[in-house]
């Protein structure tokens, strides 16, 4: 029986390594596309990274891939920069496989 609980226990922690990692790839994700849409945006210095950390903070409830994309494209649009949804998702994937490479090696 003991076997059996040191087994579930791996697996446990397994899981939690593994759910970990997917937080810490999409936080950084999310990172880079913030740094991309501010560069877009004709942010510099401070302003830019202020801007990419905006989008990861939890008091900003952005709480799902549609709502960041969504702000974003609410941002190019009021600063007339002519990017659309449609390549904010190309980005976010290009920056999703990016932030995996880093964070697993």
């Not at 596309?33 to 501010?38: D, F, I, S, V």
């Not at 976010?92 to 490479?101: D, G, P, S, V």
């Amino acid at each position: 029986m003991a076997d059996l609980s040191e087994r579930e226990k791996g697996y446990e922690r397994n899981f939690e390594r593994e759910q970990e990692l997917v937080f810490k790839i999409k936080a950084r994700r999310n990172h880079l596309l913030g740094l991309w849409a501010a560069e877009q945006l004709g942010l510099k210095g401070d302003a830019t990274e202020a801007y990419a950390v905006k989008l990861i903070d939890p008091a900003s409830h952005l709480h799902g891939d549609k709502e960041l994309i969504a702000k974003i494209v609410a941002d190019f649009k009021a600063k007339s920069v002519g990017l659309d949804e449609i390549r904010v998702n190309l980005e976010l994937a290009r920056f999703a496989a990016q932030a995996e490479k880093q964070l697993k090696g």
